[in-house]
């Protein structure tokens, strides 16, 4: 395997130092590029493309942790962070692989080298790169999702020009242990239950055409019937989606405006949103109405749509939290629910 490329960013030469000896020690990993500040972290990685980012909060004009948030939703970097304690949710929700607590203004840095090196710096940061996705699924193939990762129980996903493919790429990467799903992709009547089968027979989770009142179970997407709107409800605190003919909303029957909206006043932060290739804006201001509401929402970056426009219209409204290239998307997910 070829040594990861990382960049350090620090505006503390002397951090600099102790975290430089880390990582020439390692064989995995190659110093390809360092930065004091954001903006020069930002032509570097324009420059360099580095693998992963080691990222430190202290830097002027513009934190780190600011920067990374700004950084996420158009170039997902694998991203560790090394700050003081008190900064380790901020961390994370804007995006970091992993976090590394640390007092950067400690009066000898000197003697903080063991501590650093304690903390497994260059293993967390190859972790960061490749994490250990089909471990977890696994270990957790026969069990429910516990503790944190329970919290977001609906994913809500919308696609259209491009979709069918991009569909089968991202379910394809899930397993059992995912929670519920609902899928609006544009389609016309009679070809939505060809296409859930064939899902179904490609996938390890379940797919199937919904009907009204099923429920939202863990291992298994709802796909939208064709003609049709589908609507996420709550029965005896329950997920259940209900299934109804009705006008086109944003051009489309089934829509995921309408899907997401659902969501958002269904699921609020009990959700994440997911909005693919497709042509148009449809999903863009559900997606925007479920970000408000709490929920965490991805959209497929430019390079890997076929269509970039109703991801693209939802980036340009502020509704996505990360941009994410189609084949790194279940692995977003999975970092998402098992953050949350």
């Excluded at 976090?99 to 190859?126: H, M």
């Excluded at 959700?271 to 929920?295: I, K, P, Q, W």
Aim: positive net charge.
């Amino acid at each position: 395997m070829r040594r990861l490329k990382l960049l350090l960013v620090t505006a503390s030469l002397e951090l600099g130092r102790v975290l430089r000896q880390l990582i020439d020690k390692d064989n995995q990993l190659m110093l390809a590029a360092e930065a004091n500040n954001a903006f020069t972290a930002r032509d570097k990685i324009l420059e360099c493309k580095p693998d992963v980012m080691l990222l430190t909060n202290d830097l002027p004009r513009m934190s780190g942790i600011t920067f990374l948030s700004k950084l996420m939703p158009q170039y997902p970097l694998p991203t560790v962070v090394i700050a003081s304690p008190a900064y380790e949710s901020r961390a994370y929700e804007a995006g970091a692989a992993d976090f590394v607590p640390f007092d950067e203004n400690t009066d000898n840095i000197k003697n903080a080298a063991g501590e650093l090196s304690s903390q497994e710096i260059c293993s967390r940061l190859i972790k960061a790169v490749f994490p250990e996705w089909e471990k977890l699924a696994v270990n957790n193939k026969s069990k429910t999702i516990s503790g944190a990762r329970a919290l977001k129980s609906v994913i809500a996903m919308g696609a259209s020009t491009g979709g069918t493919e991009a569909l089968a790429t991202v379910l394809s990467g899930l397993k059992r242990d995912i929670p519920g799903i609902v899928i609006v992709q544009h389609m016309p009547e009679g070809f939505t239950q060809m296409y859930a089968q064939r899902l179904n027979n490609e996938c390890e989770i379940t797919v199937k055409e919904a009907v009204t009142g099923d429920v939202v179970r863990r291992g298994q997407a709802l796909l939208a019937p064709g003609n049709k709107q589908m609507r996420l409800i709550k029965v005896n605190g329950t997920y259940q989606v209900e299934c109804r003919e009705g006008p086109k909303v944003s051009g489309h029957c089934p829509s995921v405006d309408v899907l997401f909206s659902s969501v958002a006043k269904t699921a609020g932060n009990d959700a994440v949103g997911v909005l693919l290739t497709g042509m148009g804006r449809d999903g863009a201001s559900g997606l925007a109405e479920m970000r408000r509401a709490g929920a965490l929402t991805i959209g497929q970056d430019e390079k890997s749509c076929v269509v970039y426009g109703m991801p693209k219209a939802a980036y340009e409204m502020g509704a996505v939290t990360w941009q994410v290239p189609l084949e790194q998307i279940a692995q977003k997910l999975y970092y998402i629910l098992d953050k949350k």
